[in-house]
């Protein structure tokens, strides 16, 4: 009982001490708060918050002390204050400014919220930093991600630039092969008034500058010298020429050897193009676009310097087809893509024909081929936007696939070196061409080019008796 009444009484001097202090405590907080605030109506809110949270806070704060003062009486009974009392002691302290300090920062009102957006304009006058403001967090959130839309917006604005210069491209493209269709149309007149030679068959023989030896040898085999080359020419439409181009040097040794060469020959179709293996799909483009606009024949054909070529079969063969507008003639295969870094005909765009391991699609074999006018006439107006592969001949063949062309399988184009071509031309069958798969070509073609003729060849007057 007497405890009890020790506790009422208690509590009543603690509460009494306690709304002083916590009165006094939000009084000067509040009052700093709303110190040189000209508003009277917020003071007046800020006392109304006092009364209403001073009831709770004094509650609280009461009960946390009596729980304090009955550990600390039972551990200190008789005994002095030790330090686990005091420990103890310090903890309700503690606990009790949490729970004082947690009723002060409460949410601020609506009317707080609007008052304090004025007062921010005089914070440099009053010195005051104030309370931070969850509409103020939003509104910063809301600047950063408008920011960041207008970043996507810049984004998208960009790429539809970009489609927008890709569409002017391409129409400029466009124009452009129509202007050079429109010249083609000219040039086309100029044959029909005789601005061009008139040829049934233009032949170019792909060389370098260190393959003098493999002309001599065509020289002294298969190809007309001098003055009957010209005769056949002139009355077979039989066009027959070396093709080149320039050294990196332009009129440097290279290019006086072969100046000496097409003086005392003249068998050469210089070309504007500097000379490396690994340019032959350009070679060839240019080849077709130069000898269209020298030119007015009805087939233009590519061979190499190191293969045996009877020129009669040729033409007797391309005869077959004079009347077909698009033809695509030769050896037709489809040999494997090679993706292999390193190997000779390596393909570096080999992911395009799919897996590896696949293979091309069907073209004619890069030995000898031979295309109709309206091909070469295509190639010489498009050549700006045809792509090249490693390989001429599957360049070649990339720029007819997706065409109106017809694929003629012309097999006698690609005999064998004797026995091959012997027993063909013995059963009447004479090749067209002959060379060594292996080699894609004659191998050794310079010691073996005369014995190769001699064996396969269809008469030095054959060429002579064709009826065009």
Not at 66 to 80: D, E, F, I, T
Not at 149 to 162: C, F, L, N
Not at 345 to 369: D, L, S
Request: with cysteine.
């Amino acid at each position: 009982m007497e405890s009890g009444l020790g506790v009422s009484s208690e509590s009543k001097r603690m509460s009494a001490g306690a709304s002083r202090v916590v009165g006094y405590l939000l009084w000067t907080s509040y009052g700093f708060r709303f110190r040189n605030e000209k508003s009277g109506d917020r003071f007046d809110e800020g006392l109304r918050g006092i009364e209403e949270i001073v009831p709770t806070l004094v509650q609280k704060f009461i009960e946390v002390l009596l729980w304090a003062r009955q550990v600390v009486s039972r551990k200190m009974r008789g005994k002095p204050a030790s330090g686990k009392a005091i420990f103890v002691l310090c903890i309700a302290c503690f606990l009790a400014g949490t729970l004082f300090t947690g009723q002060m920062w409460t949410r601020p009102s609506n009317t707080d919220n609007n008052n304090n957006n004025n007062n921010n304009n005089n914070n440099n006058n009053n010195n005051l930093l104030p309370l931070p403001k969850p509409r103020d967090c939003d509104h910063k959130r809301k600047l950063i991600e408008g920011r960041a839309g207008d970043v996507m917006e810049e984004v998208s604005k960009t790429h539809q630039a970009i489609k927008s210069l890709d569409k002017a491209v391409s129409t400029l493209e466009m124009e452009l092969t129509a202007a050079r269709r429109s010249e083609n149309s000219g040039e086309q007149l100029k044959r029909q008034e005789g601005g061009l030679q008139k040829a049934f068959v233009v032949i170019g023989i792909n060389t370098a500058f260190s393959s003098k030896k493999r002309r001599e040898s065509i020289r002294e085999t298969w190809l007309p010298k001098g003055s009957e080359l010209k005769e056949l020419e002139k009355e077979k439409g039989i066009v027959v020429r070396f093709m080149i181009g320039h050294s990196t040097t332009a009129g440097g040794i290279l290019d006086k050897a072969i100046d000496a060469e097409e003086a005392q020959h003249n068998d050469f179709l210089r070309l504007d193009h500097v000379e490396g293996y690994h340019e032959l799909s350009t070679k060839t483009r240019l080849f077709f676009s130069t000898v269209v606009s020298l030119w007015d024949a009805d087939f233009y054909v590519k061979v190499d310097d190191d293969i045996h070529l009877n020129l009669g079969m040729l033409v007797s063969t391309l005869a077959k087809y004079r009347s077909r507008p698009r033809v695509y003639i030769g050896c037709m295969k489809s040999g494997p893509v090679l993706y292999q870094k390193g190997v000779k005909y390596h393909e570096a765009e080999h992911w395009k024909f799919g897996e590896e391991g696949n293979k091309y699609f069907r073209h004619a074999t890069g030995q000898i081929y031979a295309i109709s006018k309206d091909l070469a006439t295509y190639i010489s107006i498009n050549w700006p936007i045809l792509h090249r592969y490693a390989n001429e001949d599957v360049s070649l063949g990339s720029w007819l696939l997706g065409l109106e062309v017809e694929h003629i399988d012309e097999r006698s184009m690609c005999c064998g070196t004797p026995p091959d071509c012997d027993w063909k031309a013995r059963t009447g069958n004479v090749c067209v061409a002959s060379f060594d798969w292996s080699c894609s070509g004659i191998c050794k073609s310079v010691e073996r080019m005369k014995d190769i003729h001699k064996a396969c060849g269809e008469g030095d007057g054959a060429v002579w008796n064709v009826d065009l």
